[in-house]
């Protein structure tokens, strides 16, 4: 049996402790105790389990997919990291991805792994003829070794699976080696039921094929939990879960995301084919469809055809555009339909559920919406929350919204990178709207001032601060917390004078207090900001020009802002990367540090590393907090 691979890091960032397993993974042959991670890990691999550590010592414990070595693809790690504050020691607990545990199987069929695991295990030859099962295989399926030997695989899998499906699952085997999803089984017996698959390809040194391995697990019980819902819950047509269906298994999927702090996401593909071949084409894109998605993801079908995939682990947008290439990239096979090809349009729209309680019928809405804004256009669209600006919101819906508990406030945490500690936080007092949901400042702040209600909502924003203001001193290395002020705000600065006015009296000097603006605000509203920072409130700036020259001194930045866009754009852009730098290289001639917000990717904190930004935010750093979160994340570093 395989040994456990674990290890225990210290806080100061040096390995105390290995097993002997976790040493062999590392190809490590001496003592490793007191050795820095930096000596052991590449930079790329370092951040990696960085981050995955820094998640651990905000929420207790993390989870990650690790490559412990960037010139060998073929290990995979999957991470658990738990932080023990008392001890302060990360414990990091490394398991083999199922794609390393399947090359296991193949290579030694004898050790215990073969004979114990609960999955289904098939060993093929490089003719797909299976040649050896485990005792798990007959148990689901009811076949022994001597009845399927010498036979292929589609002795197990129920004959009435669609052979397009096949194709592509065969198609994606060959390109890249493995293939995960969901397949109806046939048991000895005759029944069939519902399996999931993870089949891979084995490859000698010369890249040829030389087997598979193919693992299955009976999920009926999966399906158990679905007795309430009667044959018409599912679409007569796909037989995938209809509208019904879909709505409760996606509020459950959200209810268990509000308690395990999980994201999901929705996809919403509409087709658009013309004359009698749509039911055809219907049926081939739900049989592609299912060959994509996951064992934790949903596909199901509305009530005008559309179909609906919700993608459980969903943590921000940069997943959800990676799926939706996927599901272009299938759509964009041809379909035949009596031997010639049948066109048709696709539209997809993307919505990512946030932290204001979203009911899977609003997530439905929200898509619905993004389609109908499209205007037919082709693609992927994601929702944003601009699309439900459009309606005006009443003087009613205002001040109920900015009475008590109309408004919820939020912390984006900011990362120094020097010591990975939290040393600021930008706070943002949004709107919950019943049925809009979320809105942010942005969005109904003109309107307040069009009601003349912006007072009250400055009022509970120096009331929801407070306490925070009342603990701030007790947390040294925290040192500012932002304010983005919009157009509106800046009409009158009486909010930053009533704020200062409670940090003086928690003892806090005003310097710690950063407010952020644009160049545009700079130049439109010079007095007010002036004034601002004559009370010694910093100024976070997000420069929207080539250069600093020409601000007096009164108007200086006190540091500069690499906005989303720059962040996000400059990994695929040259023009966008050259004004990074040229950003960044401005801020250390006038001694500046330099803030990048919205880092949401490996490669976008690694580029930013290596251009010398010192402060980072963004939901690769960390997602937005509660003002309990916030503290509770605060006691734990200090």
Known sequence: MNQPMYACIESDLSYQFATQEYLNMLGWQSDIMGIQLAQVHSRETLFELQHGMMLARSNGASTLTWQPFEEDNSLWLQLEICWNPVAE??????MRTQQAAARELARDPDDGLFFYTPQAVMLLDDENRIYRVNQSFSEISGFSLEDVVGQGPGIVTNRDIAPELFDHLWQQLMLRGYWEGELWNRHKDGHSYPAWYSLMALRDDSSEITGFVAQFSDITSCYSDQHRFTHTSYDALTGLPDELMLLDRLNQQLLKGNLYNQSSGLILLQLDSEGCETEQVITAIAARLSAQVRESDLLAIDQANNFVLVLEHCPDEM???????????????????????????FSLAGVLADSSGLSAELMLDRARLVLDSSEGDSGFRLYDSSLGSGTVLSRE?????????GLQIRFNPVYALEGHHLTAAEVTLSMNHPQQ??????????QLSRYGLLDEYHQQLERQLSPMIK????FEQFHNLC????DEELFSVAVIGNLIRLMVKAGLPPQRLMVILNSTQVHLFPDEIEEIKAKGVLLLLDLQEDSLEGLPDQLFPDMLLLNAELVEQQLRDNKFMRNVEHLISLARENGLEVMAEGVRTTGQMTRLTLQGCSRMSGKYVGRDLSLEQLIERLDLEH
Not at 321 to 342: K, M, N, P, W, Y
Not at 397 to 405: F, M, N, Q, Y
Not at 441 to 446: D, L, M, R, S, T
Not at 471 to 474: A, F, P
Request: proline fraction near 5%; aromatic fraction near 8%.
């Open 397 to 405: 819906a205002l001040i109920a919204g900015v009475s008590d508990g």
């Open 483 to 486: 304010i983005r002020l919009q």
């Open 437 to 446: 949901g979320t809105l942010s400042p942005e969005q109904f702040i003109p």
């Open 89 to 94: 020691l990360y414990i990091v607990n490394a």
């Open 319 to 345: 997943i959800m555009e990676q799926f939706a290439d996927r599901v272009t990239a299938v759509l964009q096979e041809e379909i035949d339909v009596s031997g010639e090809s049948v066109p048709f349009t």
């Open 471 to 474: 603990l701030w001193g007790g």
